[in-house]
Structure formats: C-alpha cells, structure tokens
C-alpha cells in the first residue's frame, strides 16, 4: 500500500477511532490479562529460583529455558484442536485453566522448583494458545487501519506487563504466592469479562453477531 503521511494529530485520531470500538477493547483488554501473571514471572523469577529455591544461576537458566522451549508449542496446539473446538469454548478453557494454574501456584508452587515451573508452564502454553487467533481476531474488529489497531494492541499489552511487573514486586509472604495470586486473580477477572462479553449485545467479528451467545 502507500506510505502513510498524515501527521501526529490524524495519527492520535486514528488510535483514539480504533479504540472507541467495543468489541475490540473488550476483547483486548480481556486477552492482555494473561500479561499480568507472565511478565510478574518474568520480573521476580530469578529471585524465586536462585533465593527461594536455592537452585543457582545455572539452574535459574534451566528452568526459564524449558519453560520458554515448551511454550513455544502453544499455537501448534491451537492447530491442532482449532478443527474441533470452536474459539468461544476454547478461550473459556484456557483463561479457567489458566486462573486454576494460579490457585495451584499458591497452594503448591512454592514446595519445589519442578512443581513451580510445571505449573507455570501450563498457564503460559495457555497464553501461547490463545495469542495467535486472539491477534487475528483484534485486527478483524479494525481490518480497514490493521496499523492503528496494531499499535494499541502492542501498547496496551506493554503497559498492562509492566504493570504486572510492578504488582509481582510487591511485598508478598513469597514471591511465589505472589506470582500465584496475580494469575489467578487477574484471570478471574478475564473470565468473568469473557462470559460478559460473551453475553453482551456487543459484536466481536469472527466469534459473535449483536446476539449474546454461551461461553461453551
């Protein structure tokens, strides 16, 4: 296409018409959850692996590569199910999944390191299933400026980590149930506006009409 060159203004208007679509902030904002419990990993992991558990920093370095090798799976799985499960139970799924990943991370993940990063590992393949069609989905609800809606896409998500990042720092009894309390608190909260969502009369193209639909 031709290069964009509208100025700073008509940029700022852009983002602020693909924002004021409901379908896609909703959605957005819901997905983007994930973010608070990952990047909360990612900010205190090395204090729960090298202080909490004793492991080292090579053992620090093992544990976040596997994590990061077999969630790299995540959207061959979403392949390999997207033929027999439709999008609506399939995200019901993983965003329950993932707040139950968060229950046991506070109850168990702090008994060992295996357990801790066994855990964790289920709740990031379920991001990873979910963020490939989510994409697709977000940028359908603004397929006429794919660059603006992109752009809010990527900013919020940042934010939304960072802000995650913060949380995990906070003066919890353990980094541990700290981390545990942010996944499955914040995807609580993506569920419960999932099924609103779900059950609104707002559109979301590729999932629902105007009509409201079940979560399953």
């Known amino acids: ?116 990063c066994g855990i964790f590992i289920v709740f990031a393949l379920a991001e990873s299933c979910t963020r490939p069609y989510s994409m697709n989905i977000l940028l359908e609800q603004n397929a006429h400026d794919a660059g603006s809606a992109s752009a809010l896409m990527n900013c919020i998500r940042t934010c939304i980590g960072s802000f995650g990042m913060v949380l995990a720092a906070l003066p919890w009894p353990t980094y541990v149930f700290g981390v545990g309390a942010l996944m499955a608190g914040f995807m609580l909260v993506s569920l419960i506006g999932w099924v609103a969502l779900l059950r609104s009369r707002i559109p979301l193209v590729c999932v629902k009409d105007d009509t409201p639909v079940s979560p399953l």
Do not use: K
């Open 1 to 116: 296409g031709d290069r964009y060159t509208g100025g700073l203004a008509h940029t700022i208007g852009q983002l602020a018409v693909v924002g004021r679509n409901p379908g896609f902030m909703a959605f957005l904002l819901i997905t983007s959850l994930f973010e608070v419990g990952f990047m909360g990993y990612i900010a205190v992991g090395s204090y729960i692996y090298v202080d909490h558990f004793g492991v080292g920093e090579a053992g620090y370095s093992a544990f976040f590569a596997v994590a990061a090798i077999v969630t790299a799976a995540g959207p061959l799985i979403w392949i390999a199910v997207s033929r027999r499960i439709s999008v609506r139970r399939f995200t019901t799924v993983m965003i329950a999944l993932a707040a139950c990943t968060g229950v046991a991370e506070m109850l168990i993940g702090g008994s060992n390191p295996f357990v801790f």
